[in-house]
């Protein structure tokens, strides 16, 4: 396996980190998110929102990508940041103290099996504790068994917590998977 760099994300990788998005999108959940929604990511659209959100002085995550080796080729992407569930969803966890949120973590098919998407999270992690957390937490879509072996793998522990991601419809039941930092 290959070393990754991984780097902050800047405005200029909208559009691979736009590809990413899109390819992570539909290899990961086709057969938990409606075909729909999937079928009508569109790559302008997805650039354009990336560009205006890694171009937000106030956005509160920290978004950074993993490239490949020999090249600016961006493999994944993901964010951290302070928690932006409810309380209720929060409040669940026995302390949230010093929690952060690993907010997204995508990689391009071509890529799983690579080792990017460790040095990825890693790097994440490491980017939670830069900004003063001791603990984190992620949701991921109920059926995304990979995902869940993959942060598994990783030391991050399966909770009992879930609630309804409504940001698509239909809404998409997801567990959360906690983390320390220490």
Same mark, same amino acid.
């Given at each position: 396996?290959?070393?990754?760099?991984?780097?902050? =994300?800047?405005?200029?990788?909208? +559009?691979? @980190?736009?590809?990413?998005?899109? $390819?992570?999108? &539909?290899? %990961?959940?086709?057969?938990?998110?409606?075909?729909?929604?999937?079928?009508?990511?569109?790559?302008?659209?997805?650039?354009?929102?990336?560009?205006?959100?890694?171009?937000?002085?106030?956005?509160?995550?920290?978004?950074?990508?993993?490239?490949?080796?020999?090249?600016?080729?961006?493999?994944?992407?993901?964010?951290?940041?302070?928690?932006?569930?409810?309380?209720?969803?929060?409040?669940?966890?026995?302390?949230? =103290?010093?929690?952060?949120?690993? +907010?997204? @973590?995508?990689?391009?098919?071509? $890529?799983?099996? &690579?080792? %990017?998407?460790?040095?990825?999270?890693?790097?994440?992690?490491?980017?939670?504790?830069?900004?003063?957390?001791?603990?984190?937490?992620?949701?991921?879509?109920?059926?995304?068994?990979?995902?869940?072996?993959?942060?598994?793998?990783?030391?991050?522990?399966?909770?009992?917590?879930?609630?309804?991601?409504?940001?698509?419809?239909?809404?998409?039941?997801?567990?959360?998977?906690?983390?320390?930092?220490?």
């Amino acid at each position: 396996m290959a070393d990754f760099r991984v780097r902050r =994300a800047r405005v200029d990788d909208a +559009a691979q @980190i736009a590809e990413v998005h899109i $390819a992570a999108w &539909t290899a %990961a959940y086709r057969g938990i998110m409606a075909d729909e929604i999937l079928d009508s990511l569109n790559l302008d659209r997805q650039t354009t929102g990336w560009a205006r959100n890694l171009g937000e002085e106030s956005n509160p995550m920290s978004t950074l990508v993993a490239l490949e080796p020999a090249e600016d080729r961006v493999l994944g992407f993901g964010g951290v940041c302070p928690p932006r569930d409810s309380a209720e969803v929060l409040g669940r966890l026995p302390d949230t =103290a010093g929690l952060g949120q690993l +907010a997204a @973590i995508n990689l391009h098919p071509d $890529a799983f099996g &690579t080792g %990017a998407g460790a040095d990825l999270l890693h790097a994440l992690e490491e980017e939670l504790r830069a900004m003063g957390f001791t603990r984190a937490y992620l949701m991921v879509a109920e059926g995304n068994e990979r995902a869940m072996r993959f942060y598994a793998k990783h030391g991050w522990h399966r909770t009992e917590i879930t609630h309804v991601f409504d940001g698509v419809s239909p809404a998409v039941p997801e567990r959360m998977f906690t983390v320390d930092l220490g």
